[in-house]
């Protein structure tokens, strides 16, 4: 596709429940990055991934936040049970180059709302 | 730890005027900076990025400034438009392989 996309658009899940979000990179773009973005507040780093491994995952609030990239290109950020301060938009963007050396691509976001 | 701020955080302007967002960083050992718009509801779109050896990259109405020394950028945009209502961030990246840091945003609204 000509940009970044991410399924499904809104979620809403009850409060312990599991959850997968995906994210569809720009074809070739070896960098690949999950946000969090709370109301009001600029994007938070999560984790980052240049082809298939996580280089920096500093960002994840805990250990039930988990993310993969296994063949290098769809990312699936995974949360295991949910808890309602897990409500956000989840927003993935992608890069032709590494870090933030070059423009991130964003993808429209996933709003997760937990109940 | 890198940190950065954006004031305004909310700005209202007739149509027609220049006008100027502001960007602080605290750490001035950044790779680039870029500037960001989002609309409601929607993903990010790259408006600018400068490079850390740049002073300022521009595109049509838009001239994003850079000083690194003091921990500053400013995003000038001429002849506002009710388009240009968005939010606008900022972001920096410590080093090329560096997480990138957002701003919380200033909320730009052009009135007709």
């Known amino acids: 596709g000509a940009g970044v996309s991410q399924t499904p658009s809104n979620k809403v899940t009850e409060k312990g429940k599991y959850v997968e979000l995906r994210c569809d990179p720009i074809?070739?773009?070896?960098?690949l990055y999950w946000y969090r973005q709370s109301l009001g507040q600029g994007p938070e780093f999560l984790i980052y991934f240049q082809g298939t491994g996580a280089a920096d995952d500093s960002g994840l609030p805990n250990d039930r936040f988990f993310a993969v990239r296994p063949e290098g290109s769809v990312s699936t950020l995974k949360i295991q049970r949910t808890e309602r301060g897990d409500s956000a938009v989840y927003l993935c963007?992608?890069?032709?180059?590494?870090?933030?050396?070059?423009?991130?691509?964003f993808g429209p976001g996933t709003r997760l709302t937990v109940l | 730890k890198q940190e950065v701020t954006q004031i305004p955080a909310a700005l209202s302007v007739p149509e027609g005027e220049n006008l100027v967002l502001n960007c602080s960083f605290t750490?001035?050992?950044?790779?680039?900076l870029q500037w960001f718009r989002q609309d409601p509801g929607k993903g990010l779109t790259s408006l600018l990025l400068i490079q850390s050896s740049q002073r300022e990259q521009t595109s049509g109405r838009l001239n994003a400034s850079l000083d690194k020394s003091s921990g500053r950028s400013t995003l000038y945009i001429a002849a506002s438009q009710p388009g240009d209502s968005a939010t606008y961030l900022c972001a920096v990246p410590k080093t090329s392989y560096d997480k990138v840091i957002f701003g919380p945003g200033t909320s730009l609204s052009v009135i007709p």
């Open positions: 750490d001035s050992a950044i790779y680039n």
């Open positions: 074809s070739g773009h070896t960098a």
């Open positions: 963007a992608s890069s032709s180059l590494a870090g933030g050396t070059d423009t991130q691509y």
